[in-house]
């Protein structure tokens, strides 16, 4: 569908753009807090934008802003947050790696290699318990697979049949040896 690939483009776009401007101003020193960016991870977020509702969450890691984007999250907000202005979807304490905006179900980021995993599976727990339609989506890098955590919260979430979507970032890396 045409107008399917132009939406997703879009949203991919608006990412990267959003992104490479953090990029452009980041140098002047305005922005108060540590900014990890998702340049070239932008197809996800899009999808995930196009594919749940408002009420179905999302959680990610520090390199969360193309999710918190995709997710619908106000870009205002977190163009504060990351200036630490008290307009930001964090009141400007958490900065880049906290980002929250509710109204999406974009639930927030974390620093904390494998935090978003539980909580991730905790809100299926939370759509099943109380037998609602909501999906959990919950992003982090091959890093946290590494993390006990998560071997626990995939078995727990398979065990229970929650409805919770992993989505796993594979770092590929080439070492070059001379």
């Known amino acids: 569908n045409k107008t399917i690939k132009i939406q997703l483009f879009e949203i991919m776009l608006k990412i990267r753009m959003v992104e490479e401007e953090i990029v452009k101003r980041y140098h002047l020193g305005q922005m108060r807090c540590p900014t990890h960016l998702s340049i070239g991870q932008e197809a996800v977020p899009a999808a995930l934008g196009l ?3 408002d009420r179905d969450y999302a959680i990610s890691t520090h390199r969360g802003h193309g999710h918190y984007i995709g997710k619908g999250g106000s870009l205002r907000s977190m163009i504060a947050e990351i200036y630490g202005k008290s307009t930001g979807c964090s009141k400007g304490r ?5 980002l929250i905006d509710t109204n999406v179900g974009f639930m927030g980021t974390s620093a904390i290699v494998g935090n978003s995993i539980p909580v991730g599976v905790g ?3 939370s759509s099943k318990i ?5 999906i959990s989506s919950v992003f982090f890098g091959d890093g946290a697979t590494e993390e006990g955590v998560y071997y626990e919260s995939v078995n727990f979430a398979v065990l229970k049949k929650l409805p919770v979507l992993l989505f796993v970032k594979i770092i590929f890396t080439r070492f070059i040896v001379h």
């Open 51 to 53: 594919n749940l509702t």
């Open 94 to 98: 958490g900065g880049s790696m906290h």
């Open 123 to 125: 809100f299926g727990l």
């Open 130 to 134: 109380n037998k609602t339609d909501q």
